[in-house]
C-alpha cells in the first residue's frame, strides 16, 4: 500500500463514472457497484445516457454516467453529489461539473485532455479546471489511454480494440481509492467475456494495471473505507426497477397459478422488460414483441380472456395509444397489468429522463366511466412488490391495474434480497366455477364481497358465454342499452374498485408522529423525500413523511392521516397531479407543493432547505 | 375408447335474437359458420370467436361458444393473444371490410405474417354500414357514397392481394348467397394451420344493395366466376364449357374447341403450391376474367402459436430452472449469513 495515503473512514460516498457514451462507463459503473455490494455496503445507482445511441465523440451532448452511491447505512438514492468523479474527457468534466462537492477527486485521462479535445468540449483556454472554476478539487491525473496501449501490447489487440479497455484501467484506479479486492471484478470480468478470452484477459490486464498505478503513483489524496453494514441474512442479487417488475409479475403468476403472457413494443426507458420476459422461455412465460403499442395491450387482453394473467409494457405515449384497449378491459373486466414506466413529456419529450407525469393519465385518460386500480413503485426494489401486488390485485378484482414506475427507477439498481414467495400473500382466481348464487351463472354474476365478476376461461364446459366492449345487462349479462341498467353498471364499476381499499395496506406514518408537517410523496421519488426527512431529523427538526403506494383506491387511512398535521406538502416531479388528486378526495385538504418537472431527480439539499422554510414559515 | 360426440350446426347457436337487417347477406354467412363448424367437430366450449366493430363483428353474440365482441381494428390482435396463450381453442375473426383493413389493417397484415392459426372470416360489403354509408378501403374509385359525395379519389384494396403481399398461406374466397360451398370452404379453412383468409363477398340491403350483383345474380354467376377446387381443372361457364390457361406470362379465359385449346390447356388448381405467383394472379381476376371463387391459395407452414410454444419446450429441455426461486439463485447472488 502507498504509505503516504491518508484512508478516510466514510459512512457514504458518490462515485460518478462519466465519458463518452462509448466509452463503456455503465459496465466500469455497474461492476463497482456489484463489487462493493457484494462486500456489504448499500448501494444505489443511476445510469444517465444521452438518447442518442452514439453522440459525436468528444462532445458535450455524447457524455454518458453511471453513479454509485454506496454507504454503511441505508442508502435510498444514487445521491445529489459526486465525492469521486472519473472523467475520461473534458466533456464529461464540463457536464459534470454541478455535481461536484469541494475536495472531490477528479480522475482524468490525460491522454484525452489535449488542444482538439478541450476545443470539443468547446473550452477557451487550456485549463479546463480553471476555466471551471474548479480549485478546490484533488485531480489524479493520469495517461490513461497510453499506459492502457502498451499494457495491452503483448496481446496483439488492434488499437481501438486495446483502447477499449481504457474504461477498466479507470475502474482499477477506483477500486484502489477504495480498497476493493481485485478477485471479485476479475471474476466479474471472466463471465461477461466468457466467449472472448482475449478480450477478457485484456480487460483483466488494464484493471490491475489501472489499480497498480493508483498504489504506486503514491496519489496525495484520500482513500476512502466504507464500512460493511449488518443486511438482513439471506441470498442478495444485484437488481434494477426493470427487472425487478418483470420478476413481480412472474411471482404473481406462478402464486396464482396461471401462465403469464407480456404483449409489449419496445419503447424507451421500458423496454428491459420485454426482454427481460421474453428471456424466461425457462419458465414458461409467454413474453412477445408485437406489431405496435395497440397490439401489446390487446394480445395481453386476448391471453387473459383466454386464462392466462395479461399485462403489457409501455411508457407515457404509449399509455396513451394502449387507452381505447384499457376501456375494453375495464368494461369487459378482465385481469390486466399495465406498466408505464414513466419519462419526460409530452409527445416524445425526454425519453430518458425521468418525470411522474403520467399520474392523471393513468386515472382518468380514457372515455368514458373508466376506473382501473394505479399503483406506484416506490425504489427499484419495491417494482418487485408492486408488481407482485398489480397481478394479485387484477387477477383477484378481476380488473387492469395500471402500475406507474419511472426512468429513474427503472434504470437505477440496488441490492436486493431475493424474497421467499411462501411468504408472500396467496393469489386466488375468482374461478366461475367457484360461483355459489341461487341464480344460474352468468358473465356479469358478481361476487358479494368484492363486486368482481367470475373467470370462465375458454375450455369449461358450461360456461361459455360472450363478453365485450358494449354495455351489458346486470342480470343477463346479454347487451342492454336501458337507462337504469347503465346507471347499475356504472356505479357497480365503480364500487368494484372503490372496495380495494379493504384488501391493500393502511397509509404508514415514518418519522416524527407529532410533527407539524408531513410530507407527501409517491412512486420513484421515495428515496430523496426518505433522505430529505432524514437530514432534517439530524438538523433537529421534526418532520414526519408518508408516501403512497396504492393511488387508487387510496389507502382507507388517507384522510385521517392528512388531517393529522398541521402542514402537509405534496412533493411530485409534475406540476401538482397528485396534489390535485388528493384535494379531490379528501374534502377540505389544501396541501403546500413542491414541484420540479426537470427530467432529473430530486435533490436532496434543496428538498430539504424547501422544506425547512415551510417548517418554520 | 370413447365415441366421439356428434355435433350439429345448431349446437353453436344460441337464443339471442339475430339483429341484422332482413335481407343482409351475414344471415346466410352465420348458418354457412354454424354448419362448418358442427362439420369439424369442435365442442363450442374450445371455440373462441372474437371480433372488432362493425355489422358483421355482432356475430359472436349468436354463437354458443366463447365470444368476444372487441374493439374497432383489433380484432386479429386480440386472437393472436387467445390463440398464442391457448394453442388448444379454435380461434375465429369475424371482421368486416373497414374493421380488418382501415382500422386493422396493421394487425391483418401482421397476424398474416406471423401465420397465427386464426380463421379470419373477412365480410366484405364494400361500405361502412354501422355508421351508415361511407366508403371503406374495399370501395371501388370513384364511388359516391355519403363521405364521399364527388366519388373516391383513391384506389381499394383488394384483399386476396393484401393477404398474399403480407405472406400469407391460405385465402380463399366466396360470396354469400353460395350456401352450397360456403360451409365447406369454412370448414378447409378451420383445417388449415395457420391464419386463413376468408373473404365473403357480402351483400348490405341498405347502404350497398346489389354490389355484388354482377357476380352473384344466378344467371350470371357460372359466366362472371370460376369455383376452384384444389387437384381440378379451371373450368367454368354455364356448361363448364369454358377455362383459364396461361398465355405466356398471363392468364387467359378460354372457350373449349375454339381457338384451338382443348380441354387439356386448361389449368389444374393447385393450391397447395408453395409459390405464390399464379395465386396471386387467381386472386387479381375479374373485369374480362372471371372472379375466382373457393380456396386459391392452401399452403402448410409451422403456425406462430405453434412456434412460440415450441420454442419454450425447447429451452426448457435444456434448461431445468422452472421457477422464479430457482432462477434467481441461479444468477449473480451472494450471501449475507445472520
Known amino acids: ?617 | 375408447m370413447e365415441e366421439a360426440i356428434k355435433y350439429v350446426a345448431k349446437d353453436y347457436k344460441n337464443d339471442q335474437s339475430v339483429r341484422w337487417c332482413p335481407g343482409c347477406g351475414d344471415h346466410a354467412v352465420l348458418n354457412s359458420i354454424h354448419k362448418a363448424m358442427a362439420e369439424l367437430g369442435v365442442c363450442p366450449h374450445d371455440i373462441a370467436v372474437i371480433s372488432g366493430i362493425g355489422c358483421s363483428s355482432r356475430l359472436p353474440y349468436y354463437m354458443n361458444s366463447y365470444g368476444f365482441h372487441t374493439i374497432h381494428g383489433r380484432a386479429a390482435a386480440i386472437a393472436t393473444g387467445v390463440k398464442t396463450a391457448r394453442p388448444d381453442l379454435n380461434v375465429w375473426v369475424m371482421t368486416g371490410d373497414g374493421d380488418c383493413l382501415a382500422i386493422g389493417g396493421n394487425h391483418f397484415i401482421h397476424a398474416i405474417r406471423r401465420n397465427v392459426d386464426l380463421n379470419i372470416v373477412l365480410f366484405n360489403n364494400k361500405i361502412y354500414g354501422l355508421t351508415k354509408g361511407q366508403y371503406s378501403p374495399t370501395s371501388d374509385r370513384g364511388v359516391v357514397t355519403k363521405s364521399s359525395p364527388y366519388g373516391t379519389v383513391e384506389e381499394p384494396f383488394i384483399p386476396a392481394e393484401l393477404t398474399m403481399g403480407a405472406r400469407g398461406n391460405f385465402f380463399a374466397r366466396l360470396i354469400d348467397v353460395d350456401l352450397k360451398n360456403t360451409a365447406e370452404v369454412l370448414t378447409l379453412a378451420a383445417k388449415h394451420k395457420g391464419a386463413s383468409v376468408v373473404e365473403v363477398l357480402v351483400n348490405c340491403v341498405i347502404f350497398n344493395d346489389g354490389i355484388h350483383k354482377y357476380l352473384s345474380d344466378k344467371a350470371n354467376r357460372a359466366e362472371r366466376t370460376i369455383f376452384l377446387r384444389h387437384g381440378e381443372k379451371m373450368l367454368f361457364g354455364n356448361n363448364n364449357e369454358k377455362g383459364i390457361v396461361l398465355d405466356g406470362l398471363k392468364l387467359k379465359a378460354v372457350t373449349i374447341g375454339e381457338d384451338g385449346y382443348t380441354l387439356d390447356d386448361i389449368l389444374v388448381h393447385d393450391a397447395h403450391e408453395k409459390d405464390m405467383t399464379l395465386h396471386m394472379m387467381l386472386g387479381l381476376m375479374g373485369g374480362d376474367m372471371p372472379v375466382a371463387l373457393g380456396v386459391i391459395r392452401d399452403v402448410e407452414a409451422e403456425s406462430y402459436d405453434q412456434a412460440v410454444e415450441n420454442q419454450i419446450k425447447e429451452v426448457q429441455a435444456k434448461n431445468p430452472v422452472r421457477t422464479l426461486n430457482e432462477y434467481l439463485m441461479s444468477g449473480e447472488i451472494w450471501e449475507v449469513k445472520g
Not at chain 1, 59 to 87: E, I, M, N
Not at chain 1, 316 to 343: T, W
Not at chain 1, 567 to 586: D, M, P, W
Request: contains cysteine; hydrophobic residues 40%.
Open chain 1, 1 to 617: 500500500m502507498a504509505e503516504k495515503t491518508k484512508i478516510t473512514t466514510l459512512d457514504k460516498v458518490v462515485v460518478r463514472f462519466s465519458g463518452d457514451s462509448g466509452d463503456g462507463m455503465q459496465l466500469s459503473g455497474t461492476i463497482f457497484s456489484n463489487l462493493s455490494a457484494i462486500l456489504g455496503n448499500e448501494i444505489s445507482t443511476f445510469p444517465d445516457f444521452p438518447a442518442e445511441i452514439r453522440a459525436p465523440q468528444g462532445t458535450l451532448s455524447g457524455v454518458s454516467g453511471f453513479q454509485v452511491h454506496l454507504g454503511s447505512r441505508k442508502v435510498l438514492t444514487p445521491g445529489d453529489k459526486a465525492d469521486v468523479l472519473v472523467a475520461m474527457n473534458p466533456a464529461a468534466l464540463k457536464v459534470n461539473v454541478k455535481f461536484l462537492k469541494p475536495g472531490t477527486i477528479v480522475i482524468i485521462d490525460t491522454d484525452s485532455f489535449q488542444k482538439s479535445d478541450l476545443d470539443k468540449a468547446l473550452f477557451q483556454t487550456d485549463d479546463p479546471f480553471a476555466e471551471l472554476g474548479l480549485t478546490n478539487v484533488q485531480v489524479v491525473a493520469a495517461p490513461i489511454t497510453s499506459m492502457v496501449k502498451e499494457g495491452l501490447a503483448e496481446f496483439g489487440l488492434d488499437n481501438k480494440s486495446a483502447v477499449r479497455s481504457k474504461n477498466m484501467f479507470a475502474l482499477g484506479l477506483v477500486c484502489w481509492l477504495f480498497e476493493r479486492p481485485m478477485e471479485g471484478a476479475i471474476h466479474m470480468l471472466e463471465n461477461k467475456f466468457s466467449k472472448k478470452p482475449t478480450i477478457a484477459k485484456a480487460n483483466i490486464k488494464a484493471l490491475t494495471d489501472g489499480y497498480n498505478y493508483g498504489n504506486n503513483i503514491h496519489a496525495q489524496v484520500s482513500t476512502y473505507r466504507i464500512e460493511c453494514m449488518k443486511c438482513e441474512p439471506g441470498f442478495y442479487t444485484d437488481v434494477n426497477g426493470n427487472k425487478a417488475t418483470s420478476y413481480g409479475l412472474i411471482a404473481a403468476a406462478e402464486k396464482a397459478g396461471l401462465k403469464l403472457f407480456l404483449g409489449s413494443y419496445p419503447i424507451t426507458p421500458a423496454t428491459d422488460i420485454l426482454q427481460e420476459l421474453s428471456a424466461r422461455k425457462e419458465l414458461g412465460v409467454k413474453g412477445l414483441q408485437f406489431e405496435d403499442e395497440i397490439a401489446g395491450i390487446c394480445t395481453a387482453i386476448g391471453a387473459s380472456f383466454a386464462g392466462a394473467l395479461g399485462a403489457t409494457s409501455t411508457s407515457g405515449p404509449g399509455l396513451a395509444l394502449k387507452s381505447e384497449a384499457i376501456g375494453l378491459a375495464v368494461i369487459a373486466e378482465l385481469p390486466l397489468v399495465v406498466v408505464d414506466v414513466q419519462r419526460g413529456g409530452p409527445s416524445t419529450g425526454l425519453p430518458t429522463k425521468s418525470e411522474q407525469t403520467d399520474l392523471l393519465q393513468a386515472l382518468y385518460g380514457r372515455n368514458g366511466e373508466s376506473p382501473v386500480v394505479v399503483i406506484a413503485a416506490s425504489t427499484p426494489t419495491d417494482c418487485f412488490d408492486a408488481a407482485f401486488w398489480a397481478g394479485k390485485l387484477a387477477v383477484e378484482h378481476m380488473t387492469p391495474v395500471i402500475l406507474l414506475t419511472d426512468s429513474y427507477i427503472a434504470n437505477g439498481s440496488s441490492a436486493w434480497r431475493i424474497p421467499d414467495l411462501d411468504k408472500y400473500p396467496e393469489i386466488k382466481p375468482p374461478y366461475a366455477d367457484q360461483y355459489a348464487g341461487d341464480k344460474p351463472w352468468k358473465a356479469y354474476r358478481r361476487d358479494a364481497e368484492t363486486l368482481s365478476r367470475y373467470w370462465a376461461v375458454p375450455g369449461m364446459e358450461g360456461f361459455a358465454h360472450r363478453i365485450g366492449g358494449l354495455e351489458k345487462d346486470y342480470e343477463t349479462s346479454a347487451i342492454s342499452t336501458e337507462p337504469l341498467n347503465h346507471q347499475k353498471m356504472v356505479d357497480t364499476r365503480q364500487a368494484k374498485i372503490d372496495k380495494i381499499a379493504n384488501y391493500i395496506p393502511d397509509l404508514e406514518v415514518l418519522g416524527d408522529q407529532d410533527a407539524e408537517l408531513l410530507i407527501v410523496g409517491w412512486g420513484g421519488t421515495y428515496g430523496h423525500l426518505y433522505e430529505a426527512m432524514e437530514m432534517m431529523q439530524e438538523n433537529g427538526k421534526k418532520v414526519a413523511f408518508a408516501h403512497f403506494k396504492f393511488i387508487n383506491p387510496l389507502p382507507k387511512n388517507t384522510a385521517e392521516v392528512l388531517k393529522r398535521y398541521k402542514k402537509v406538502v405534496v412533493a411530485e416531479q409534475n406540476k401538482g397531479q397528485f396534489a390535485t388528486y388528493l384535494r379531490s378526495k379528501v374534502t377540505g385538504l389544501n396541501p403546500y407543493q413542491f414541484n420540479r418537472v426537470k427530467g432529473q431527480p430530486f435533490v436532496v439539499g434543496r428538498l430539504v432547505e424547501e422544506f425547512t422554510k415551510l417548517l418554520e414559515a
